[in-house]
């Protein structure tokens, strides 16, 4: 035993004598070409995640009254990047002298983005979406973030069949959907049941109605008419049950906050698992304040010091903007973590049911402006926007 280790012992030490010979001799042998500059899977890598892309709107088209849609191209002539139906993208923009951020659901497919050409349809309702329906025109230019978010069917975790209900503007996530479903990138059965209170007022009618030749089933629910071949009413747990059997489908959903609440009580007796009901994500908003106090807000961004109004009824993030500070944020609802930023003082609340910080962030002290209302002047660190 003793022989055999003093003899691997100077095998490895004639090893270690030529270490350095080898190596130079291998780098002699070397190719004298220069290293490339970029390697394909760094570009790879910056095709699916750009981060943040200059984009030129290249049609506005109405789609029923109060709703209009918007094609994008990108300005680098590039492809977008690959997504999953059913996710968002924000867009940002100067409207009316203050720099604004709103995540739409996108309405393409993923092919048709793939192929240079991404669209959103936006309900003309709100600050920022009112301005796009009415000033933005052809040739307009903004940015916009990759795709992100999780309203999208996953295989591991969501039955075959998937029940996808719509409400007004809640129809695009799910145009998106039933595209990429005929376009056979997609294993799911969809049905559909978008409610709208008149037919005038369902967007898209034409082309689901054409998908239905591809497999989707899609049910109209008109709640202000009767007419025959449509539904009248709402999406209730009677008129689901005729359709499909609840307890064996992913229930995908996306439309106002009473849609939300109306389709919770009447899913509330098939007991169904958590997993099973998605709801897609709405912006935090103004809340309704007769006078609301107004206190100062103190906003650090790398080396420079900003100062803004901030309404105790606005998210910290509303403020920032109004004010023309160039806070970063995506998803609006407090799930992305894009905007999270560090507390540094003051007192605060956070929007019920939206504090997605996690739990060190919570310990930590950092918050997302884009769910969090002040109730004292307040003082905070936001990352700088892309
Ligand atoms: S923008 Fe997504 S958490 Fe604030």
Request: aromatic content about 10%; charged content about 25%.
């Amino acid at each position: 035993m003793t022989f055999k280790k003093q003899v691997f012992g100077f095998l490895d030490m004639l090893r270690f004598k030529k270490l350095v010979p080898n190596r130079r001799a291998a780098l002699a042998a070397g190719s004298p070409e220069p290293l490339p500059k970029s390697y394909r899977v760094n570009e790879q890598a910056r095709r699916l995640h750009p981060g943040v892309m200059e984009v030129e709107l290249t049609a506005v088209r109405p789609l029923c009254p109060g709703m209009q849609e918007f094609t994008f191209r990108r300005l680098d002539a590039d492809a977008f990047p690959f997504f999953r139906a059913g996710q968002y993208a924000a867009l940002q923009g100067n409207a009316g002298g203050s720099l604004v951020s709103r995540p739409y659901s996108i309405v393409s497919s993923p092919r048709q983005a793939l192929a240079g050409e991404l669209t959103f349809g936006v309900a003309d309702a709100g600050f920022f979406s009112g301005w796009l329906n009415r000033e933005a025109r052809p040739g307009d230019r903004f940015r916009m973030t990759e795709p992100s978010g999780e309203f999208h069917y996953e295989t591991l975790r969501d039955h075959r069949q998937i029940v996808c209900i719509a409400g007004g503007a809640g129809i695009t996530p799910f145009v998106s959907m039933a595209r990429s479903m005929a376009e056979g990138d997609e294993p799911y059965e969809m049905l559909l049941f978008y409610g709208a209170r008149t037919r005038e007022q369902l967007a898209y009618r034409e082309e689901l109605d054409a998908l239905r030749e591809k497999g989707l089933r899609v049910v109209y629910v008109l709640s202000d008419e009767e007419v025959p071949g449509f539904e009248h009413g709402f999406a209730t747990a009677k008129l689901l049950e005729k359709y499909t059997d609840i307890r064996e489908a992913s229930f995908f959903l996306c439309g106002p906050q009473a849609m939300y609440d109306f389709l919770d009580r009447e899913l509330a007796p098939y007991a169904l698992p958590r997993k099973a009901v998605r709801r897609d994500a709405s912006c935090c908003g103004a809340l309704p304040a007769e006078e609301p106090r107004v206190f100062r807000l103190t906003v650090h961004i790398r080396d420079r010091v900003f100062s803004a109004d901030a309404a105790e009824n606005e998210t910290l993030l509303a403020s920032m903007e109004r004010a023309g500070i160039p806070a970063p944020s995506k998803c609006r609802a407090g799930g992305c973590g894009y905007c999270r930023s560090k507390w540094l003082g003051g007192e605060f609340r956070i929007a019920e049911g939206r504090d997605g910080r996690r739990e060190a962030d919570r310990k930590f002290g950092f918050v997302h402006p884009c769910v969090t209302y002040p109730l004292s002047d307040m003082e905070i660190e936001v990352p700088p926007a892309e």
